[in-house]
Structure formats: structure tokens, C-alpha cells
DNA sequence: CCAGCATATCGAGATATCTCGATTTATGGA
DNA sequence: TCCATAAATCGAGATATCTCGATATGCTGG
């Protein structure tokens, strides 16, 4: 695995701050009526705690799914993202294996 | 711990290379007559095997020194870097912790 | 003390990242 | 169809990082 693009987005406080929310669903507001059964939060919820603009947040959501760490999910004019939690093992492993000794 | 600045420190590609080089002495030529019993490889090696030029490489080593990942010791005019694999290690842990979900 | 070498620090230009507001795209409702 | 809302994309200024060459510092041998 190619941990360059990984870091990068690891490497900004608030990008790591989102994916420590997304751990637990009761970190942000409850869904919205009709929005019940959907895993994952929609981007104006992310938004509100993260308190950087909408272009921001959309931006910061992009990187970390390039990255696999979030999956986006659309459902109507909304996108939810949820954490990928094999991914990220993945990366840890990855990540431990790079810098450990043995 | 402060994930920040370590993290910075491992956004880099050549740093993470540098990182994994100290694993092994033997990925740098031997030591010099008199430095056979010092622990750790002298900044001109670590140069040589990265390509870079001399201050980008002392400014590296100062880096990764300051988020404690290498210890530095002086002797005569040579500086000696060496990976501290407890710090390391704490790192690790630390990262893994704020990135998986439990 | 001086010359020479290893390393550290300084200053700067090139490049990348951060973050925004404005605009565009997509969707759903009246 | 028109409008309102959510999210994505665009373009740009501010800031940070990368990396260099030049210079400074510290040490050693003569």
C-alpha cells in the first residue's frame, strides 16, 4: 500500500477530527425525518460541528474518501459518509509495519 | 500525546525512507576508523544515501529529533542519529488509538 | 592559532496546502 | 417548469512546506 496520499490527508487536524466523530453516530445531531435507516452522516451535519464552510468540508470529505477512509453514500439531494474501518485497519497495518522495526 | 507535529514530521517521503534506513546499519557503509563502537549513523551517510543536500538533510534529522523519533549524539565533529524505538513506538500506539474505533 | 571538515542555521524562491466565497450540478417539492 | 436546498467544483489569496546555496558554528590536528 502506498501510505503518501494516506498521511497527507491524516495530516490536518480537523480531517482527523471528522473521522474520530464518524466512530459514533450520537456525535452528531439525530437524522432528519426519512433519513432514519441511512448509515453515515450528511455533509451539512459534519459541517456544523467541523464550523469551516460548506467548500471546506465537501473538499476535506473528497480527500478522505480518495483514500478509502470514508465511503460517501448518496440519498437524494443528500451524501452521507461513514468511516470504511477495513481501510483504515489496512493503513494501520501498513503504517505499523512502515516505522516499526520488526 | 500531541499527534500534530509527529505526524508533520512523517509527511515526507524521504523521511519516512530516512526512518526506515536507521532500522539496519547495515544499509549505510561502515563506520569510519574510531567510530566502530557509536551507535547510530552519521549525518554525511544518511546524506549520501538520500541525495539531498546537506541542509535539507540537517534540517530532517532535526525534525524527526524534535518529535523524538531519533536521538542524536555528538561525537568530535560528527553527529550521530539513531532511532529511539521507544518513542516510536508511543507514537504508534497513540495513532492507532485515535484512529481506530476502540 | 589556523585550516579543514562535519554539521547547523539562515534566507529565499518554488511549490503545495488551506480555506474561502462564488458558481455549478443534482435532486425533490410546489 | 421553477424554486429551494445539499453538495461538489472552481478560482484565488494567504500560509506553510520543501529544498537549495551561502554562511556560521564547532571540533580536531598540526
Redesign the interface.
Known sequence: MD??KP??A??N?VR?DI??WL?DRSNFPPPLPGHEGIEGVCVGYIQDKAQLSQSTISNYMGLLKQVGFVVAERHGQWTFYR?D?AK??A??AA??D????R
Open positions: 501510505l503518501e498521511i497527507a491524516l495530516n487536524p482527523r473521522l474520530g466512530k468511516r474501518e483504515i485497519q493503513f494501520l503504517f505499523n512502515e516505522l516499526s522495526k
